[in-house]
């Protein structure tokens, strides 16, 4: 997946967030398969079990199984068709999560591989939305940009638009 260029940028943004809104090192039910980020969260103190692959629109066994305090979900909703309903399943009570936003001047990332297509690029209000349906308060945000080093219109753009967005959250009493 990362055969020419490492996420630096948003692992450490990401690292930072998470230690800023939940600093206790504690066990965590990350979305999505073992992952560079989740060997980082292990690195950092955090007990990480991830996902096995499972398609999270129709399997909720994972989540539901669970007892983790904390579940992390990194550029994982965009992939489901109904993100809304693992997250409605989700048993802990607190939540990470981080989306690509949706760039007005790009077209949705079409991965060529079936676990890796784009069926949401979420704007910051319509995630917001989605994470309040399903039973969630938002307590804290953050978006930063993704600039690319290539020459363009859009490569300018990138410098000054946010690429990404991360949450947390907590369930709705």
Do not use: C
């Not at 398609?55 to 909720?60: G, N, V, Y």
């Not at 080093?149 to 369930?171: M, N, Q």
């Amino acid at each position: 997946m990362y055969e020419n260029t490492y996420p630096d940028k948003r692992y450490q943004k990401t690292l930072e967030f998470l230690e800023k809104v939940h600093p206790q090192k504690t066990q965590v039910l990350d979305l999505g398969v073992k992952n560079p980020f989740s060997e980082i969260m292990q690195k950092e103190g955090f007990e990480v079990e991830n996902t096995k692959g499972e398609d999270l629109d129709l399997d909720f066994s994972s989540v539901k199984e669970s007892d983790a305090e904390l579940v992390t979900a990194f550029e994982i909703f965009e992939h489901l068709i109904a993100p809304f309903n693992v997250l409605r399943e989700i048993k802990a009570q607190k939540l990470v999560a981080s989306i690509p936003l949706r760039l007005w001047f790009a077209t949705a990332y079409q991965g060529k591989e079936k676990w890796d297509r784009h069926y949401h690029e979420f704007e910051d209000w319509q995630f917001d939305w989605l994470l309040e349906k399903a039973g969630w308060e938002i307590k804290a945000r953050d978006k930063w940009t993704n600039p690319v080093k290539k020459l363009g219109i859009r490569p300018i753009l990138r410098k000054f638009t946010p690429r990404y967005y991360i949450v947390y959250a907590e369930r709705k009493a």
